[in-house]
């Protein structure tokens, strides 16, 4: 019986590999067969097709509809594109360090925001400066992305950047250029790099905030040396912002969050097909501080290794996470080099933080040619923190303390960033031409008289927008009528429009203190660039008020991570 039993296995074995075989040979077979189609089909295009082909068209558009199918972040990068990756990998590139912008209006490129400490700032460049020419090229009706290439270049080389600085409160017609000065600034490229912590500072209750921007290479430097500025001022507990961080590098996190956790701690793992690119991220010095009160501030922007960050602190529990659920990208890339000097930047693994989940949110289908699924809440797993808290994973990083940011309306939305809306900008360079100092951000606040004034600007100017309530009103009423039912409810319909009667003024007023905080930081930024307007903000941020109310309660704090 015993040897029956035995031959069954062998057997059963031997089935085994036979299949493992046929299948290797079966996707090889088609890997061959699909690419000798893929070659012909060109071939035969290449030499049939009613036009000449641009074979750096056809294929590489080619080779992006088959990437496009897997995921969104397995990226070719050919030759000319080698600074978009670099760009990525550093967050540094050559050029002038400033925002730019198209003025649909004018139908120019405008200079939105200089970086502080940047050539384009100090050249003497200035937020609503009209670019007229690049080193003798007229720039008149390019798109953003032209402007854009020629700004930037080799780091050491100048140009010539013609601009048109307009005089503060003219009315302009639509195409026609303002009336304003005319200059010439000599800019010298060099590498910009957007700062890797654009503010920090020490409150006089003893708590520290920093804001990190990304990971990139060598930030966890910055942000170790800002950390013992502030512990060296008395810091007694910390606010680390990521809200809108989208990641980087992933042993930056590690070597973040091992600033917090003693040595020989495992913070995530990397998991993927070939087991030579597997890895384990060990914390591999002693931290600075491991029992200083950390709040995390997270939000639906704040990926990859911001999340790696979070979600080891919360695992760990060495931080409470306060604002909304992260992005929920589990996956780590890597790149590998391509002929003609090109490179492929592909998914490589999953990774997964210390109490063992991904926290990936999207199902990528490669049968549906796309990435479209969420993993539904019911599907995620349970998984337990260092002190037995529970977490789950496949939806991001949920916070401890929920806390959403205030809504933004119709109207603030339309004023603060929609194309065609130019009014704000107008008035912020008005106000900076008749202002040549500013108070300290946090000092800094619109009178009611000076809002009064935009107020006036904004109804005198063409601003329109749309209201959702007159929207979803006028489809209910197709609808009604559709059915059958307006006739009799046609009175509620007509007292209802009326009630909702588009008011600019009205609107205006209602949304007045968001409006002054929004364009508060507009101005502030002008003088102070981001560093001023995220310190303006915290003041009125809902979000680090409740960082800041939790800290002050210790026995809640404890609470909340099982201490």
């Given at each position: ?148 290439n020629h700004l930037r270049g080799e780091a050491g080389t100048s140009f010539i950047l013609e601009v048109l600085r307009p005089n503060a409160g003219q009315t302009v017609a639509k195409g026609k250029l303002p009336q304003g000065k005319r200059l010439k600034l000599k800019v010298t490229r060099r590498a910009i790099q957007q700062p890797t912590i654009p503010y920090y500072g020490l409150r006089a209750d003893g708590i520290g905030y920093l804001n990190l921007f990304q990971f990139t290479e060598n930030c966890s430097r910055d942000v170790r040396r800002a950390l013992v500025e502030m512990k060296r001022q008395g810091m007694r507990a910390l606010v680390f912002d990521l809200r809108g961080n989208g990641g980087g590098s992933e042993q930056e996190a590690v070597n973040i969050v091992n600033m917090f956790v003693p040595k020989g701690r495992l913070i995530v793992s990397n998991r993927g097909k070939l087991k ?288």
């Amino acid at each position: 019986m015993k040897r029956i039993l035995t031959y069954l296995l062998l057997a059963l074995t031997a089935l085994r590999v036979v299949a493992q075989e046929k299948s290797v040979n079966d996707h090889n077979f088609d890997v061959a067969k699909n690419l000798d189609v893929f070659t012909a089909i060109y071939k035969q295009l290449d030499m049939l097709y009613v036009d000449t082909l641009d074979a750096n068209v056809v294929l590489v558009n080619g080779i992006n509809a088959m990437l496009h199918s897997l995921d969104p972040y397995t990226e070719y990068y050919p030759e000319d594109k080698m600074g978009d990756l670099q760009l990525l990998r550093t967050g540094t590139y050559a050029g002038v360090g400033s925002v730019i912008r198209k003025n649909l209006k004018l139908n120019r490129v405008i200079i939105s925001e200089p970086y502080e400490g940047m050539p384009a700032a100090e050249a003497g460049a200035r937020r609503g400066d009209i670019i007229l020419s690049i080193d003798g090229e007229d720039m008149a009706g390019r798109e953003v992305s032209y402007v854009s290439n020629h700004l930037r270049g080799e780091a050491g080389t100048s140009f010539i950047l013609e601009v048109l600085r307009p005089n503060a409160g003219q009315t302009v017609a639509k195409g026609k250029l303002p009336q304003g000065k005319r200059l010439k600034l000599k800019v010298t490229r060099r590498a910009i790099q957007q700062p890797t912590i654009p503010y920090y500072g020490l409150r006089a209750d003893g708590i520290g905030y920093l804001n990190l921007f990304q990971f990139t290479e060598n930030c966890s430097r910055d942000v170790r040396r800002a950390l013992v500025e502030m512990k060296r001022q008395g810091m007694r507990a910390l606010v680390f912002d990521l809200r809108g961080n989208g990641g980087g590098s992933e042993q930056e996190a590690v070597n973040i969050v091992n600033m917090f956790v003693p040595k020989g701690r495992l913070i995530v793992s990397n998991r993927g097909k070939l087991k030579q690119s597997n890895h384990d991220y060990m914390t591999t010095v002693e931290p600075l501080d491991s029992v200083m009160p950390v709040v995390v501030l997270v939000d639906d922007d704040t990926a990859s290794a911001s999340e790696i960050t979070s979600g080891a602190l919360q695992d760990l529990d060495r931080a409470v996470i306060i604002g909304t659920r992260t992005y929920g990208k589990g996956l780590v890339q890597m790149t590998t080099e391509l002929p003609y000097n090109g490179q492929l930047k592909l998914t490589t693994n999953k990774y997964y933080i210390p109490s063992g989940r991904c926290i990936q949110a999207i199902n990528y289908h490669h049968d549906r040619g796309g990435y479209v699924e969420h993993v539904p809440d019911s599907l995620t797993k349970v998984f337990y923190t260092l002190g037995g808290r529970e977490v789950r994973d496949g939806g991001g990083i949920k916070p401890d303390i929920e806390v959403k940011p205030d809504s933004m309306t119709n109207i603030v939305g339309y004023l603060m960033y929609a194309d065609s809306a130019e009014v704000v900008n107008d008035y912020v360079v008005d106000y900076v031409a008749t202002h040549p100092t500013l108070p300290q951000p946090r000092d800094f606040h619109l009178s009611d008289q000076e809002f009064d004034a935009f107020k006036q600007r904004v109804l005198q100017s063409t601003f329109t927008y749309d209201r959702s309530t007159s929207t979803y009103l006028d489809n209910l009423e197709k609808l009604a009528r559709f059915e059958g039912y307006y006739d009799d409810a046609r009175e509620e319909f007509e007292q209802l429009r009326r009630k909702l009667k588009h008011d600019t003024a009205r609107d205006l007023d209602y949304n007045r203190q968001t409006l002054k905080h929004m364009l508060e930081s507009e101005i502030i930024a002008c003088y102070y660039f981001q560093r001023g307007v995220i310190e303006h903000s915290l003041d009125w941020d809902p979000v680090m008020r409740e960082a800041l109310r939790l800290l002050g309660n210790q026995a809640e704090y404890d609470a909340i991570l099982g201490h």
